[in-house]
C-alpha cells in the first residue's frame, strides 16, 4: 500500500507559477501526475522513472517540469506560465513498488492515487 498526499495547489494568475508536491508513504520506482479540468475526463500530465526520465503530455510544452526526491519519497511537478486552460485538479499516482517501468501517462499503469489539488488559473 501506498498512501500519497498532494499539496501546493492554489489561485494563481495567468503567466504565473506553481509548485506542487507528493509526499508518498513507500517509495515508488515511476510516478506520475494527471488533471481533470473541470467538466473534462482526466488526462496525463507527466512521468518520471527511477533513472530521471521524463515523459510529458503535449499540452505542457515546456512549462512544467516533474522530478522526484527519491531519498524523501516526495514527488514535485514545478508549473510556469500557467494558463487558464490549466486549471484543474491535480492528482499524483505512483505504480505497484514491486514494478517499475519507464515513463508512462496512462492511468492504468499505475496503482495508486493522491486525493487532488486544485490549481485556479485565472485570466
Known amino acids: 500500500q501506498v498512501r500519497l498526499v498532494e499539496s501546493g495547489g492554489g489561485s494563481v494568475q495567468a503567466g504565473g507559477s506553481l509548485r506542487l508536491a507528493c509526499a508518498g508513504s513507500?517509495?515508488?520506482?515511476?510516478m506520475g501526475w494527471f488533471r481533470q479540468p473541470p467538466g473534462k475526463e482526466r488526462e496525463g500530465v507527466a512521468g518520471?522513472?527511477?533513472?530521471?526520465?521524463?515523459v510529458y503530455a503535449d499540452f505542457v510544452n515546456g512549462r512544467f517540469t516533474i522530478s522526484k526526491d527519491n531519498a524523501k519519497n516526495t514527488l514535485y511537478l514545478q508549473m510556469n506560465n500557467l494558463k487558464p486552460e490549466d486549471t484543474a485538479i491535480y492528482y499524483c499516482?505512483?505504480?505497484?513498488?514491486?514494478?517499475?517501468?519507464?515513463?508512462?501517462?496512462?492511468?492504468?499503469?499505475?496503482?495508486?492515487w493522491g486525493q487532488g489539488t486544485q490549481v485556479t488559473v485565472s485570466s
Open positions: 499516482a505512483a505504480a505497484d513498488p514491486l514494478y517499475q517501468f519507464n515513463p508512462r501517462l496512462s492511468e492504468g499503469d499505475y496503482k495508486y
Open positions: 513507500r517509495y515508488s520506482h515511476s
Open positions: 518520471i522513472d527511477d533513472y530521471g526520465r521524463t
